[in-house]
């Protein structure tokens, strides 16, 4: 019904993922070589167009010349109710516990400056999606890490030792957990989550749970909402969505929180609003209301089939080579590969890899900003001709003999 095979020309547009590379060493990919164009498999945002309903209750607000200040309707908590009830079964949420925020990690850094103080340290897993580094260590935070662990089938898992020690050797009493995971793609299962909230309730740590992935869900998962674990983590969790990932609409840093505990609510919202910075968008607002949709539901069901589809074709092609190992993502449009045994077999480092790959075109991106160096991350969020065209690229020039 949705258009995802249209290869739409973002040239010119200030995208990060075409006209980034190149412009900032170390935050961007190296432009490619002369002769290869730029095939985005790197900074999260899809090339795709978002759905039609949001771009229709876009227009329909443009259409009107005045843009000055306005009051949040009801109808913006009634749509995201809505769309909790139905897309993940979440039950007694009320226009109470729902409070807009200016970007996922914009609410991380408020959630972290309302349960600690600057110099304090907050425990996170690792590998880790590097924007809350950046935004908390920026903020006087420092982060404790407790490594992620690949079980024999490949899938990524909590070491709950490992996090209890360092729960308890660096008094943390706060945790900043991506469910799903970023990057690595895990969908925790219910036995996963209950097994960490009584850990943080045994030792009093809250949690800042980015749930920005949980509607890109692949097919035969289930996002379990952190807060519905138990009643303990309904009080316990500052929980952040959003619509940039859903939709492709990163740009709008159209997020909110959801928020049960009343104290905890109530300081999230006074810190939000000591910089007079935290109101909503005047576009934000259509956005959300052409997005919590019967017609957005559909749309995002059918980009998933399309993504699952997107991940087979690449993981069949880049396991043909020995050494690469592809655990396919339960959530997320993020392929996040390891080829350190490929890289030890052909004396090269995995860094070494992802620049060959930008030469050509392939800007995928280094494991390390992520804090995992045998992996490089891969964006499949792409129509189908670009895909393949990256991996015969990949083929040809970067995963080639010699």
């Known amino acids: 019904m949705y258009d995802f095979t249209t290869v739409i020309d973002r040239t010119g547009q200030h995208a990060f993922a075409i006209d980034g590379p190149g412009r900032i060493p170390g935050v961007f990919p190296e432009s490619p070589d002369e002769g290869f164009d730029v095939i985005p498999l790197w900074v999260a945002d899809m090339s795709f167009a978002t759905c039609p309903s949001i771009t229709k209750a876009l227009k329909k607000r443009v259409e009107h010349p005045l843009f000055g200040y306005f009051i949040t309707p009801q109808e913006f908590y009634e749509r995201v109710v809505y769309w909790q009830t139905t897309r993940h079964q979440v039950k007694g949420l009320t226009k109470q516990a729902i409070g807009y925020e200016n970007g996922v990690v914009a609410g991380v850094i408020t959630a972290a400056q309302v349960l600690c103080t600057p110099g304090e340290t907050l425990l996170i897993h690792s590998p880790h999606y590097n924007g809350f580094e950046n935004g908390l260590c920026n903020a006087g935070f420092r982060l404790e890490?407790?490594?992620?662990?690949?079980?024999?089938?490949?899938?990524?898992?909590?070491?709950?030792?490992?996090?209890?020690?360092?729960?308890?050797?660096?008094?943390?009493?706060?945790?900043?957990?991506?469910?799903?995971?970023?990057?690595?793609?895990?969908?925790?299962?219910?036995?996963?989550?209950?097994?960490?909230?009584?850990?943080?309730?045994?030792?009093?740590?809250?949690?800042?749970?980015?749930?920005?992935?949980?509607?890109?869900?692949?097919?035969?998962?289930?996002?379990?909402?952190?807060?519905?674990?138990?009643?303990?983590?309904?009080?316990?969790?500052?929980?952040?969505?959003?619509?940039?990932?859903?939709?492709?609409?990163?740009?709008?840093?159209?997020?909110?929180?959801?928020?049960?505990?009343?104290?905890?609510?109530?300081?999230?919202?006074?810190?939000?609003?000591?910089?007079?910075?935290?109101?909503?968008?005047?576009?934000?607002?259509?956005?959300?209301?052409?997005?919590?949709?019967?017609?957005?539901?559909?749309?995002?069901?059918?980009?998933?089939?399309?993504?699952?589809?997107?991940?087979?074709?690449?993981?069949?092609?880049?396991s043909r080579y020995p050494g690469v190992r592809c655990t396919k993502p339960q959530a997320t449009y993020m392929l996040f590969v390891d080829f350190s045994a490929w890289c030890a077999d052909h004396g090269m480092t995995v860094s070494e890899l992802a620049a060959k790959g930008c030469r050509v075109g392939v800007t995928w991106q280094d494991g390390r900003i992520y804090h995992d160096p045998d992996c490089i991350r891969m964006n499949l969020a792409l129509p189908r001709a670009l895909l393949e065209k990256a991996l015969e690229r990949i083929d040809r020039y970067v995963l080639c003999a010699g």
Request: glycine share 6%; net charge negative.
């Open 145 to 318: 890490r407790s490594p992620l662990v690949r079980d024999d089938c490949g899938i990524m898992r909590m070491d709950f030792e490992d996090m209890e020690r360092r729960i308890v050797a660096k008094n943390i009493h706060a945790l900043v957990f991506c469910n799903p995971h970023n990057p690595c793609g895990r969908v925790w299962d219910a036995e996963e989550l209950a097994r960490m909230m009584a850990l943080c309730q045994k030792h009093d740590v809250y949690v800042i749970s980015d749930e920005i992935w949980s509607d890109l869900i692949a097919p035969g998962y289930r996002h379990l909402p952190l807060q519905s674990v138990s009643a303990d983590a309904r009080g316990r969790v500052i929980a952040l969505y959003a619509l940039g990932k859903t939709f492709n609409l990163s740009g709008m840093l159209a997020s909110y929180h959801i928020i049960y505990n009343e104290r905890l609510k109530h300081l999230m919202e006074r810190q939000g609003k000591l910089n007079y910075y935290n109101e909503m968008h005047v576009l934000s607002l259509p956005a959300f209301l052409g997005a919590y949709t019967p017609e957005g539901a559909q749309w995002v069901n059918e980009l998933m089939q399309v993504i699952s589809g997107n991940m087979e074709l690449a993981i069949s092609r880049l």
